[in-house]
């Protein structure tokens, strides 16, 4: 495969990847109502590009991972890597498509074990680095969150019961016409006034709530280790055809991360309803819990190089959220977990399936 062609799989890996992926940082704001999908999209997209570009500086170890040094037994060359990126990229448009929120690092480790075993049988892949790697923090990470979910939300709502008592209106006062018998004339004219306190007339134009403000917040720190934790992996996929291509590597993450908030804001309708008002009702403090559990677990992982799927954390933090309230929705989780499920295999059967075309295709 020409590094061209590869270089384009990458980014196509990337877009995909925000379009499913935008979601996971901005859906408690959608379903707590703080703000609308456009909005929301818009916020998350800005931060994900912002954490694409820092993971160049943050989380690099996890594109040796995903390059398949160490954990596959054959080189990972054009066609092998190729074949990972199609894997990956078939599986994740069939899940956006139909609003699944699925994870791009399942997707990628599938495509690296089908396209390692269409290369070298089972031998090809190296299964005690895989599980000890990657296989552990991914199946840790979730249940993680869903624990952490369920200690820290009671935690936060004592906390920040008093601040959902206060918030900062405008105001709008409109001019008033004097009785007729003197000249009609206007007792003032249009103006705006802000007020502060513990009650907001219904008149206001608009008003801002301390935890709306927090959870604003908790939502760009989500979206922001999100491109931390997912570039370097997209990135790991088409190293050797950007450094053919003379790409330095912080031009490597920066193209990467433009791809993938492009993705985001495009095409990251459908998942994020899926996951903003599906799964569980979500509350406003329950929202910046859940973010801020997100948050704190995808960037311990990103600056750790281990490869958690932002995805399992941040629906274990909207189920835990929903769990302590009886608002989860079983049979929607259900139906994303057995998505997850087939995320590895599905991805690995695309993955063989075009290794094996790719070498067929590049045969003399």
Do not use: Q
């Given at each position: 495969?020409a590094?061209?062609?590869?270089?384009?799989?990458?980014?196509?890996?990337?877009?995909?990847?925000?379009?499913?992926?935008?979601?996971k940082?901005?859906a408690?704001?959608?379903?707590?109502?703080?703000?609308?999908?456009?909005r929301?999209?818009?916020?998350?997209?800005a931060?994900?590009?912002?954490g694409?570009?820092?993971?160049?500086f943050?989380?690099?170890g996890l594109v040796?991972?995903?390059?398949?040094?160490?954990?596959?037994?054959?080189?990972?060359?054009?066609?092998?890597?190729?074949?990972?990126?199609?894997?990956?990229?078939?599986?994740?448009?069939?899940?956006?498509?139909?609003?699944?929120?699925?994870?791009?690092t399942?997707?990628?480790?599938?495509?690296?074990l089908?396209a390692?075993?269409?290369?070298?049988?089972?031998?090809?892949?190296?299964w005690?680095?895989?599980?000890?790697?990657?296989?552990?923090p991914l199946?840790?990470?979730?249940?993680a969150?869903?624990?952490?979910?369920?200690?820290?939300?009671?935690l936060?709502?004592?906390?920040?019961?008093?601040?959902?008592?206060?918030?900062v209106?405008?105001?709008?006062?409109?001019?008033?016409?004097?009785?007729?018998?003197?000249?009609a004339?206007?007792?003032?004219?249009?103006?705006?006034?802000?007020?502060?306190g513990?009650?907001?007339?219904?008149?206001?134009?608009?008003?801002?709530?301390?935890?709306?403000?927090?959870?604003w917040v908790?939502s760009?720190?989500?979206?922001?280790?999100?491109?931390?934790?997912?570039?370097?992996?997209?990135?790991?996929v088409?190293?050797?055809?950007?450094?053919?291509?003379?790409?330095?590597?912080?031009?490597?993450?920066?193209?990467?991360?433009?791809?993938?908030g492009?993705?985001s804001?495009v095409?990251?309708?459908?998942?994020?309803?899926?996951?903003?008002?599906?799964?569980?009702a979500?509350?406003?403090?329950?929202?910046f819990?859940?973010?801020?559990?997100?948050?704190?677990l995808v960037?311990?992982?990103?600056?750790?190089a281990?490869?958690v799927?932002?995805t399992?954390?941040a629906?274990?933090?909207v189920?835990?959220?929903?769990?302590?309230?009886?608002?989860?929705?079983?049979?929607?989780?259900?139906?994303i977990?057995?998505?997850?499920?087939l995320?590895?295999?599905?991805a690995?059967?695309?993955?063989?399936l075009?290794y094996?075309?790719?070498?067929?295709?590049?045969a003399?």
């Amino acid at each position: 495969m020409a590094a061209g062609l590869l270089l384009v799989l990458m980014l196509g890996v990337a877009y995909a990847n925000g379009a499913n992926d935008v979601s996971k940082g901005v859906a408690t704001l959608v379903g707590a109502g703080v703000t609308t999908l456009r909005r929301a999209l818009a916020w998350g997209t800005a931060w994900t590009v912002a954490g694409g570009v820092l993971a160049a500086f943050a989380s690099r170890g996890l594109v040796t991972v995903f390059s398949g040094r160490g954990v596959l037994a054959t080189a990972p060359g054009p066609d092998l890597l190729g074949a990972v990126a199609l894997g990956a990229l078939g599986w994740l448009v069939v899940a956006t498509r139909t609003g699944l929120p699925v994870s791009t690092t399942h997707a990628l480790v599938g495509g690296l074990l089908g396209a390692g075993m269409a290369a070298g049988g089972a031998a090809g892949v190296r299964w005690s680095a895989v599980a000890a790697t990657i296989a552990v923090p991914l199946a840790v990470s979730p249940l993680a969150a869903l624990v952490l979910m369920t200690a820290s939300a009671p935690l936060v709502g004592v906390a920040f019961r008093r601040f959902n008592r206060y918030c900062v209106c405008v105001e709008r006062e409109e001019p008033v016409v004097l009785a007729p018998g003197s000249a009609a004339a206007l007792a003032g004219v249009p103006a705006m006034r802000v007020l502060a306190g513990g009650d907001c007339p219904s008149t206001v134009v608009a008003r801002v709530n301390a935890m709306d403000s927090l959870h604003w917040v908790t939502s760009g720190t989500t979206s922001l280790v999100r491109g931390m934790n997912d570039a370097p992996k997209i990135l790991g996929v088409g190293a050797v055809a950007a450094a053919a291509a003379g790409l330095a590597p912080a031009e490597g993450f920066a193209l990467v991360a433009l791809a993938m908030g492009l993705g985001s804001y495009v095409a990251g309708r459908r998942v994020t309803e899926t996951l903003a008002g599906k799964v569980a009702a979500i509350r406003h403090d329950d929202g910046f819990a859940a973010n801020l559990v997100t948050s704190v677990l995808v960037a311990v992982a990103s600056w750790h190089a281990l490869p958690v799927s932002t995805t399992h954390v941040a629906t274990g933090a909207v189920a835990g959220a929903g769990a302590r309230t009886g608002a989860v929705r079983w049979a929607v989780l259900r139906d994303i977990a057995a998505a997850w499920v087939l995320t590895v295999p599905g991805a690995g059967i695309v993955a063989a399936l075009a290794y094996g075309a790719l070498r067929r295709l590049g045969a003399p």
